[in-house]
T-cell receptor, first 117, second 112 residues
Framework: DVKVTQSSRYLVKRTGEKVFLECVQDMDHENMFWYRQDPGLGLRLIYFSYDVKMKEKGDIPEGYSVSREKKERFSLILESASTNQTSMYLC????????????????FGPGTRLTVT | QKEVEQNSGPLSVPEGAIASLNCTYSDRGSQSFFWYRQYSGKSPELIMSIYSNGDKEDGRFTAQLNKASQYVSLLIRDSQPSDSATYLCAVNSLAGANNLFFGTGTRLTVIP
């Protein structure tokens, strides 16, 4: 079974704090993703990574950065937390598509509900 | 136009009935289609994947794909109260080969 874990289920931070969210997967997946999920807006991609030290911006990268130093670990960093970053953060992983083949399914971690006050 | 569209619901069905969930997508070149189930406060859980036109059955779940009409649907037979959740449709993004676009989900309630 694919297992994706996230460092915290619930987190409360103050405005301006630097926040680290960590994600670890144990299935040797090449791809890792960070999403945020807000009511009525669905899942929005923040950043993704196809390999170690690789990162690509998603749809809403502003205010976030990421780090991938090891294949199994993908960290999301909020450089200076703001109240509009209060959300559910979801990490996912998948195998990398070979050649022109269709992408594989993504598996999600349990999520981190972040509240910024 | 959104890449993936779903009726937000709520969709209510009586226990034992068939629940039908629909999803349309905008890019004709999409190749991969997934259905995820998400319980309130939990993360999405993969329940079905489909890549070819036609039906794919897995237990009480059937995914149907029609690429010509650009829609994908999920049928849940013999619906149970435990099926009450939000169902997300996901379709691959041509812009990023490994990325998926997610719909905003349809909320299903199965009434005992």
């Amino acid at each position: 079974d694919v297992k994706v874990t996230q460092s915290s289920r619930y987190l409360v931070k103050r405005t301006g704090e630097k926040v680290f969210l960590e994600c670890v997967q144990d299935m040797d997946h090449e791809n890792m993703f960070w999403y945020r999920q807000d009511p009525g807006l669905g899942l929005r991609l923040i950043y993704f990574s196809y390999d170690v030290k690789m990162k690509e911006k998603g749809d809403i990268p502003e205010g976030y950065s990421v780090s991938r130093e090891k294949k199994e670990r993908f960290s999301l960093i909020l450089e200076s937390a703001s109240t509009n970053q209060t959300s559910m953060y979801l990490c996912a992983s998948s195998l990398r598509t070979s050649g022109r083949g269709p992408p594989y399914e993504q598996y999600f971690g349990p999520g981190t509900r972040l509240t910024v006050t | 136009q959104k890449e993936v569209e779903q009726n937000s619901g709520p969709l209510s069905v009586p226990e034992g009935a068939i629940a039908s969930l629909n999803c349309t997508y905008s890019d004709r070149g999409s190749q991969s289609f997934f259905w995820y189930r998400q319980y309130s406060g939990k993360s999405p859980e993969l329940i079905m994947s489909i890549y070819s036109n036609g039906d794919k059955e897995d237990g009480r779940f059937t995914a149907q794909l029609n690429k010509a009409s650009q829609y994908v649907s999920l049928l849940i037979r013999d619906s149970q109260p435990s099926d009450s959740a939000t169902y997300l449709c996901a379709v691959n993004s041509l812009a990023g080969a490994n990325n998926l676009f997610f719909g905003t989900g349809t909320r299903l309630t199965v009434i005992p």
